[in-house]
């Protein structure tokens, strides 16, 4: 009975190893042409996206050269004229190459700011490391600080999307009571409110007149 057990254990993993072969032969068999390979997030593969020639005019225009996209540190191990010459996946520009001018870092007049789904199909995919842990906590200040950051993929109307309300005093960026403590942060820093309401009436449309609204101070 013993033999008979370990002879079924035996066949099956012989088994096992057989299918993992062939899966890994079938693996190697069906590699996909590289202008057609899609990296996640992109409506198209990068060769159908991106072409040399209509691009040629502007770099040239610009002074942009093969290495300000490409590395060519990598060189082949066999020196001399007859050298083999080196994949051409390891001389492709890093991720994020093309948002160099598409997105506002070099001043390029055809940008296309704020149409990233030409290209892209999933936002998230692209979405910096820096938004996720609390951001929708914490993006008010950083965006001070780097406005121009945000501009490259947002337009204004991500801002006010959420921060024009009819209710003024509780947008979403405020807490709950906030139209009873907001006197006590506009006085120790005004600069904090002004950032988003630029408009000199802004305060007044509720606190003119004599007595102001009900619940507020002149």
Known sequence: ??????RKIGVARIST????????????????????????????????????????????????SCTDCH??????????????PVKEKLLK????????????KIKVKTQLRNQCLLCHSDLGAIKPDDHYHA???????????????????????DCTGC??????LNPLVHRPNFRFSHSIQARSNPQSCVFCHKSAGFCMDCHAGLKGVRGTRR
Request: a positive charge.
């Open 1 to 6: 009975m013993m033999k008979f057990r370990n």
């Open 135 to 157: 951001w929708r906590l914490r993006h008010g200040k950083l965006s001070q600080a780097d406005q121009d950051g945000c501009r490259r993929c947002h337009a204004p109307q």
């Open 163 to 168: 921060h024009v309300k009819q209710n003024t």
């Open 71 to 84: 590395s060519f540190a990598i060189q082949s191990k066999t020196k001399g004229p007859m050298g083999r």
């Open 93 to 104: 520009p890093q991720p994020g190459t093309c948002h160099e001018c598409h997105l506002g």
């Open 17 to 64: 190893a057989v299918l993992a072969f062939a899966l890994f032969c079938s693996m190697l068999g069906s590699k996909a042409p590289a202008d057609t390979v899609r990296r996640p997030g992109l409506v198209k593969p990068v060769k159908q996206l991106f072409s040399h020639a209509s691009h040629t005019a502007h770099f040239e225009k610009m002074g942009i």
